[in-house]
């Protein structure tokens, strides 16, 4: 079976027809890896037509802290400048609930008419262990389809590293008043977002008391590795200011990574993704077959990662003749 026969359409995905994205997204959701070649297949073809100018954006945070709010004015702003938006929400399976600053979960606002928007929620708990590809799959369908990519996670254990091998920027989204953002940021996870968006800013007190402790800890974390100076900024997304500073900001890092690590910092994405696809598909006996993680990716940095599952036949010839 190719593709044309699975009823998708590349047309029709690159100029955003809904139904041809939906259908492109069931297939690469349900399919695991091992399974045809059709996934892979789409996945080498919309590699090709992903959008040359895109920029893949990472939102993250506690729950509650209004991130599904802050992306439906992001939404609004990039619609107006002209851009397509694609945005993938994974939620946690358990809702925390709420207490009178966190509220009730937003929705992700947005005109469904408007043919230039695409908005999927995937339930992480569904998906437990196979999220990690899934999301990369369907990011890659979004990329061929809009030029501004939006992933919401929940800032929660793993997730502040799992975005940062995903997205090209990645925004944390603080709780003023929670002590939690902070105590991350103190235990070294500062180095992961480009900016630092303290939420709720309406609120007056507590976003100020957020704002400075956090510019606090970013004066005593020093300068990036990567040369990047973070930025850091207080917005209300229930009232509407700050957003068009953050939409700059996301601009600006945008820049840097263009006149710079841009393409590297893909291709590490895409050696990560190879890896999981390896794990999933030959489990963690493949992996010490081929002499652990570490010899893997010293494999794959001197491959051809541009299509994953290319690089993965690779590993598995490697496999066979172990
Ligand atoms: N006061 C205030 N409440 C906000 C703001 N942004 C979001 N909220 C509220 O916080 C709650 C959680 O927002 P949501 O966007 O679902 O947070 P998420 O879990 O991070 O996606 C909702 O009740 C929102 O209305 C804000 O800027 N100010
Ligand atoms: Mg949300």
Redesign the pocket.
């Known amino acids: 079976m190719d593709l044309r026969h699975a009823g998708i359409n590349l047309e029709d995905i690159r100029s955003g027809k809904k139904t041809a994205i939906a259908g492109a997204l069931n297939l690469l959701e349900n399919r695991k890896p091992d399974e045809s070649g059709l996934a892979a297949e789409l996945i080498e073809a919309l590699t090709r037509i992903a959008r040359p100018r895109r920029h893949v954006i990472g939102i993250t945070g506690p729950?509650g802290a209004g991130?599904?709010t802050l992306i439906s004015r992001l939404i609004r702003e990039y619609r107006s400048a002209g851009h397509g938006v694609g945005v993938m929400?994974v939620?946690p399976s358990s809702r925390r609930s709420g207490g009178a600053l966190l509220g009730d979960?937003?929705r992700i606002e947005h005109d469904p008419g408007d043919a230039g928007i695409f908005i999927r929620s995937m339930a992480a708990g569904r998906h437990l262990g196979g999220l990690a590809w899934r999301t990369r799959h369907c990011l890659t369908l979004l990329e061929a389809a809009y030029d501004r990519i939006l992933l919401?996670t929940?800032g929660v254990g793993q997730s502040e590293t799992e975005i940062e091998q995903v997205a090209d920027s990645v925004v944390y989204v603080v709780q003023p008043g929670s002590g939690d953002s902070l105590q991350f940021m103190k235990a070294g996870i500062m180095e992961i977002p480009h900016i630092l968006v303290v939420n709720k800013a309406d609120l007056k007190n507590p976003a100020l008391k957020a704002f400075h402790e956090l510019q606090g800890v970013a004066g005593l974390s020093g300068p990036r590795e990567d040369g990047w100076a973070p930025a850091l900024m207080r917005v209300s997304a229930l009232e509407g200011w700050g957003q068009e500073q953050l939409v700059s900001a996301l601009e600006a890092h945008y820049r840097f990574l263009s006149a710079g690590d841009l393409e590297k910092r893909r291709r590490g994405h895409r050696i990560q993704w190879t890896y999981l696809l390896f794990l999933e598909r030959f489990g963690s006996n493949g992996a010490e077959r081929l002499g652990g993680e570490e010899r893997i990716f010293e494999r794959l940095e001197g491959l051809d990662v541009g299509n994953p599952f290319k690089a993965l036949n690779e590993l598995a010839q490697d496999v066979a003749r172990t």
């Open positions: 729950p991130k599904s929400a939620d979960r937003a919401e929940t």
